[in-house]
């Protein structure tokens, strides 16, 4: 799609533009060094064991911030916006100048903060009558603002600046296993292009993270609809109730182990609506992480260092699972590639092309995966199963993931093959080669009819020689 020079989104974006180029006030790239960190007026206040998790997860992957005095709130937009206008740039523009002080960017934890400052910026950017009557305001109270401090979620820095696969080699407690909902809020995402740090009809960031500790991330329903914690705060109980009760509901449905959170407003909405609605004789009990506590704990924190246990919804039933799924996942043996094979069971794309499932109903190749994701590997490695894999590479070709179930299948014979198992013909066949390097003895006098010479010998002696001490277990 082009856009004509002159018309509609095309010249408004061209307008902002010239006036950041003109002021200077372009966007600056983060730096995971560069924040002054704006805590907002909600998580100190009511969660503090969420700043406790924020503080500890920023530390263990070396962002850098400052603090300092002064700030007051961002300011909120339902209410303040609304009762002043003049009131809400005066008071975002103030906190902004205190951040260009200190010649350093904000660093925000609440979608709100980060919605405010993100639209006041913006606003500023677009009008130099506005910017004119800020900055006079501010000098009256001694301040110098000059319109060149940007703002970033903390998911922000995590996902674009970090990065998952930084992550993902820090995690020491991964949660395979586990599903979760992620809830990234309206005001992360919008109204765009103002605000918009993921695509406002598809966001992927959130899945990103809570996917490289180990989580399954749901792809649900209600996925993008707003929380309704504003309409708690405007008269509406009942329908702030129902909005959270919508999302939980659909989660428990799904099976989801927990919801997960980045900011403060909706971590106190699903929590609280939770205890509402079983005044009303209907249990909800889905867990409520925001990110980073959720993250501190695969990077290698306790519960009782993060303040778990003051949670209002009980986090413990996730915890049980954690442990469980843990527990069955030290009983698969590390020969196995124990994520690569979550992911192909999930999938199933190639369930039905395999050649052997074709001669016999009774094959099902993915069932041989489940028993060894559930701790059955004895099992399978006793069993017949495996020897029924053709190791043709069907399932490797056409594999989404580049995975192909061969790989368990050809590890779990060798395993059986360690111990003395596995069919007579296919030990007869290890053995032969062990003595003879070869896997069958000529037929001279068939040869000879047809006029051929004899086999020549093979180099038996100097290829056991060569492969000493490369056989393990009975077969050797």
Known sequence: MRFRKGTGPYARLVSVLKCEKSTGRVRKRAKVDDYVFFWGCTIPGRYPFLEKSLRLLLERLSVRYSEIEGFTCCPEKFLVETLSEKAWYLTAARNLALAEREGKDLLVACNGCYATFRSAIAAFHASSELRNEVAERLAEVGLEYNFRTSVYHVIEVLHDKIGPDVIARKVVAPMDGLTVGVHNGCQLLRPGPTVRLDDAARPVKLDRLAE?????????????????????????????????????????????????????????????????????????????????????????????????????????????????????????????????????????????????????????????????????????????????????????????????????????????????????????????????????????????????????????????????????????
């Open 212 to 476: 490289c500790l180990g989580l399954e991330s749901l792809d649900y329903h209600s996925k993008l609809m707003c929380c309704g914690e504003a309409l708690g705060r405007s008269g509406s109980p009942e329908e702030s109730m129902a909005s959270a009760r919508l999302k939980l509901f659909e989660l428990e449905q799904l099976g989801a182990d927990a919801i997960v959170v980045v900011c403060p407003a909706c971590f106190g909405q699903f929590e609280t609506q939770q205890m509402v609605i079983k005044k009303h004789h209907e249990t909800l009990n889905i867990p409520v992480f925001y990110y980073s506590e959720l993250a501190a704990l695969a990077l290698g924190f306790e519960p009782a260092e993060l303040g778990l246990d003051m949670h209002r919804i009980d986090v413990q039933p996730f915890f049980d699972k954690w442990r469980e799924v843990k527990r069955i996942r030290e009983l698969v043996p590390l020969e196995f590639d124990y994520a690569s094979m979550a992911r192909c069971v999930e999938c199933e794309s190639c369930s039905n092309d395999c050649p052997v499932t074709q001669v016999d109903e009774s094959y099902a190749p993915h069932d041989v995966i489940r028993s060894i994701l559930a701790g059955e590997a004895e099992s399978v490695i006793t069993g017949e199963d495996i020897w029924k894999c053709l190791e043709c590479g069907t399932c490797t070709e056409l594999c989404p993931n580049s995975f192909g179930m061969v790989k368990v299948m050809k590890e779990a014979k060798r395993m059986a093959l360690e111990r003395g198992l596995g069919p007579a013909e296919t030990r007869q066949g290890i053995e032969m080669f062990q003595n003879a390097g070869v896997l069958g003895k000529a037929r001279e006098r068939a040869r000879a009819k047809l006029g051929l010479g004899p086999v020549a010998e093979p180099g038996s002696d100097e290829l056991a020689e060569l492969l000493k001490d490369t056989f393990k277990g009975k077969g050797e």
